[in-house]
């Protein structure tokens, strides 16, 4: 017994920043960043709280599912961080809902976090500790980049996707790698202000080395697809669509490139949302759902990258 996606949601911010709005107090052009990253608007939040985002992209999820927040006994919210340090927002989430969860519990893996959370939901349910799993990924990376930074702040949009998890036979492989390594891309805590430490205060912006992570991302994408087939004795023709990480347009028309692929297999919405982190697998995902692209049988392969450094694969065969 593994898992199989009952249904699917997500939610965005209304409030739509474009290059040209960045242009204007920052050192940058639409074109410059057009043609580096393939973003041409992201979404930023503004009115709303990430409660709210969290619960209309669950709400959708749980619609489509043709369930009830009552069916749904279990939560995992993945985020950088929440509305709050604690409670924290699968706490939250639980009372918005009013669902009768027995387990609730955040993570926090970055880019990667929707895979892993599959994996946690898939191990609950195969020992039948949960029936109906709603996965949120949620992220306001908004409040984490230096908006002073062309290199990083271009990239990033909020957003939230969110799945319902449900008992099937659709996963066919899943697989991790984790190096535990900050110094290409992270966030600083607060420092606080405590008279007793002697923190740097000035580090509290989102870092990357975007040449590193660049190369991080290219490098393990392919290699991690090719490995998941071998494994399971498929090829890249087998696979319907490729559902990838949405951080540059350039790396993934690399991973095209190199498992020679066509376009249509590799749908893409970065362009309108720019990366928000492990959301961008869900939102995809649910947007491919709900255009009827999808099909009973096909095999999805979706494929993240992130701080940790973490990749993670897995290869879905999809039930309907």
């Not at 209304?14 to 639409?30: G, H, I, Q, R, W």
């Not at 949009?157 to 190096?179: H, N, R, Y």
Request: glycine share 6%; charged share 20%; aromatic share 8%.
């Amino acid at each position: 017994m593994s898992f199989k996606i009952i249904g699917t949601g997500s939610a965005l911010p209304e409030k739509v920043v474009t290059n040209f709005d960045l242009a204007e107090f920052l050192d940058t052009s639409d074109e410059w960043i057009r043609t580096r990253t393939g973003i041409i608007e992201r979404r930023v939040i503004n009115n709303e709280s990430m409660l709210d985002l969290a619960e209309k992209a669950a709400l959708g999820a749980i619609n489509s599912a043709n369930l009830k927040p009552s069916d749904i006994d279990m939560i995992i919210f993945s985020t950088l961080q929440g509305d709050y340090v604690t409670p924290s927002m699968s706490c939250l989430l639980q009372k918005r809902l009013n669902a009768p969860c027995q387990h609730v519990f955040d993570i926090n893996i970055g880019c990667s976090g929707f895979i892993f959370a599959l994996d946690l939901a898939d191990s609950y349910v195969s020992l039948k500790k949960a029936k109906n799993v709603l996965i949120v990924c949620c992220e306001i990376l908004s409040r984490f980049v230096n908006w002073q930074d062309r290199s990083t702040c271009v990239l990033f949009g909020d957003g939230a996707g969110a799945v319902v998890v449900s008992e099937g036979e659709s996963l066919i492989d899943i697989k991790f790698t984790i190096s535990g390594n900050a110094e290409h891309l992270g966030i600083h805590p607060v420092a606080g202000n405590s008279p007793f430490s002697e923190s740097d205060q000035s580090r509290k912006w989102l870092y990357m080395n975007g040449q590193e992570i660049y190369k991080f991302a290219v490098e393990s994408i392919t290699r991690d697809i090719k490995e998941a087939l071998e494994r399971n004795s498929l090829s890249p023709d087998d696979i319907a669509y490729f559902i990838l990480h949405q951080a540059n347009l350039r790396i993934i028309n690399s991973a095209k490139q190199k498992l020679n692929q066509p376009d249509e297999k590799f749908p893409h919405n970065l362009e309108r949302y720019g990366n928000t982190s492990s959301a961008t697998i869900p939102i995809l995902l649910d947007e491919v759902n709900r255009k009827g692209l999808i099909k009973n049988g096909d095999k999805v392969v979706l494929d993240a990258f992130g701080s940790g450094l973490t990749t993670a694969v897995c290869i879905l065969n999809w039930i309907s």
